[in-house]
Structures are given as C-alpha cells and as structure tokens.
C-alpha cells in the first residue's frame, strides 16, 4: 500500500473516492486514518466512516446507489458489476418485473434496492428482492451496509491490483 500512503488527500479522493458510489467522503474519512497497512485496514476503516455516519447521512448514501437492472446511466462500477450479473440483458418484461420490485423496495425502506452483484445471476438477484422486502427497516439498513462492504471489497481489491 506504499502509493495509497504517500497520495495527498486530493489524489486520495480522486483515487477511491469512486469506491463507495457517489461518496468521496467516504475517502475523505478515511484519509485522516493512513497509514494503511493493509488493503483490508483501509476497507475496514472506510466502512467504520459509513457506519459513524448520521443516520440521514446513510440514508444519503444509500439513496446515491442506482436501481438494480435500471435503463438510467450509471457510474462505471455499477455498469460493469451489473453486466457481469446479466442484468444489462434483460428483456423487457424482465426489466418491468425489476422495476415494479426496484418500486416496491424503494416505497418501502426509501432507498433502493442494495446486492453485491458480482458473481451472482438475474434470477439469484430477483430471488434477493423478493426476501428481503420481508425484512424490517432495521434489517434492511443493516443488510444494505454489508452488501456495501462487499461490493466495494470488490472494488478496492480490483483498483489496487490493476
């Protein structure tokens, strides 16, 4: 991790501030905390930063991650995480029925519907929405945060070893 430690906080941010979707703070937290030692101290660290959050931060934070299987532009990340799942393939009563579920989460918690998609398939994805709108709101915040966790492991892990 010896480039991660010796970027300023701007070449920090610039660098990881895309890890969490749509959330430099998220960096920008983290940053205050070098030196890192390992790949996994600087992810544990920057998801204690999501998790000291305000709850209305969160909820923010939760609310920057697009819907799943969405026709709407997305960042690089989740465009790529998506069309390795199927989801950029589906057909259109296929995206219907993720979009009536993507409503339905949303009306429900008040932020989208959060999976770590990579390595999963359409119908395991689907299969994750139908449960877990049975989840309480405490659940599904929880559920949320670890699914962030794993997604942007992926996503540290890919942007250190390229």
Known sequence: ???????SKEQFVET??????NAPWVA???????????????????????RQASDETVTAFFRGHPDLATR???TEYSAA??????LSLLSAEEVET??????EYAEK????????????????VLLAMKIRIHHSEAEERETALEEIGK????????LLEA
């Open 98 to 103: 993720f979009a009536a579920n993507n409503r």
């Open 81 to 86: 995480e998506q069309q390795g799942a199927g």
């Open 151 to 158: 997604i942007t492991g992926f996503r540290l892990k890919d």
């Open 16 to 21: 990881l501030g895309g890890i969490f979707e």
């Open 109 to 124: 918690f008040g932020f989208p519907f959060i999976m770590a998609v990579k390595g999963k398939n359409k119908n395991e």
């Open 28 to 50: 920008e937290g983290a940053w205050e905390h070098r030196p890192f030692k390992t790949r996994k101290q600087l992810h544990d660290k920057m998801m204690e930063v999501v």
């Open 72 to 74: 709407l532009e997305v």
């Open 1 to 7: 991790m010896p480039v991660i430690g010796k970027m």
